[in-house]
């Protein structure tokens, strides 16, 4: 969780400066050996010369003389931000890792949250069902745009059993809950149709009962 949070933190601290298109702020980069620091519970070699480097502010940008000399190729938090992004298919799958895409989608720029969205769509359905890449879905859902969501409707809506598993599925029933909740009226009133076929079924199961109580709770009894 360690390396999760200090990447974390960097994105926080840079946030108010992603929109442009330079930095002066420099970190170590990792070589190909080294392991991501967003997955790994336990390193900070990306980020540890970046931090600390001022007693005063342990997230100062200016570095120290010992910092310039352990960063002999520095490299951005955009470079960073756009390895990030390269592999947001295994980050969503790993325990910390998802909590690093989560902070993007939730405080990123709008760019990088329509890169991650892109990523991920196509593989909508298999993601819900997983325990962390659930959450992250369940991000886009929530800061992406109508658009975006409108993406993720079609692909569950477009398989006859997609939209069925995903509600009766344990982590994705939270997934198809989000949709319902933040979506607007027009995308919400296809997905109800969608799912009215299923509402016999659905009662049987634990989660599918889920998603008649958040119904009804929006729109009254269902029949």
């Not at 997983?130 to 993406?151: D, L, M, P, Y």
């Amino acid at each position: 969780p360690y390396g999760c949070r200090v990447i974390q933190r960097i994105l926080e601290h840079h946030e108010s400066h992603f929109s442009s298109s330079s930095s002066d702020t420099t970190l170590t980069p990792t070589t190909g050996s080294e392991s991501d620091p967003s997955t790994n519970p336990s390193t900070d070699t990306l980020t540890r010369p970046a931090v600390g480097t001022n007693p005063a502010d342990p997230l100062s940008r200016t570095p120290t003389t010992s910092t310039a000399r352990r960063n002999p190729h520095p490299v951005s938090p955009q470079l960073i931000l756009k390895e990030l992004l390269h592999c947001t298919v295994a980050l969503v799958h790993d325990q910390y890792g998802n909590y690093v895409v989560q902070h993007v989608l939730e405080h990123g720029r709008p760019q990088d949250k329509h890169e991650i969205v892109k990523h991920l769509r196509g593989k909508i359905v298999q993601l819900s069902q997983h325990k962390f890449a659930s959450n992250v879905i369940e991000k886009c859902v929530q800061f992406g745009t109508s658009e975006h969501r409108q993406w993720l409707i079609d692909e569950i809506c477009s398989d006859s059993t997609a939209l069925e598993t995903m509600m009766k599925d344990q982590y994705a029933n939270y997934v198809v809950q989000k949709i319902i909740d933040v979506c607007d009226a027009q995308q919400r009133e296809f997905l109800i149709t969608r799912i009215r076929p299923h509402v016999p079924s659905l009662k049987k199961y634990t989660y599918g009962k889920h998603i008649i109580a958040r119904l009804e709770k929006i729109i009254g009894k269902l029949s």
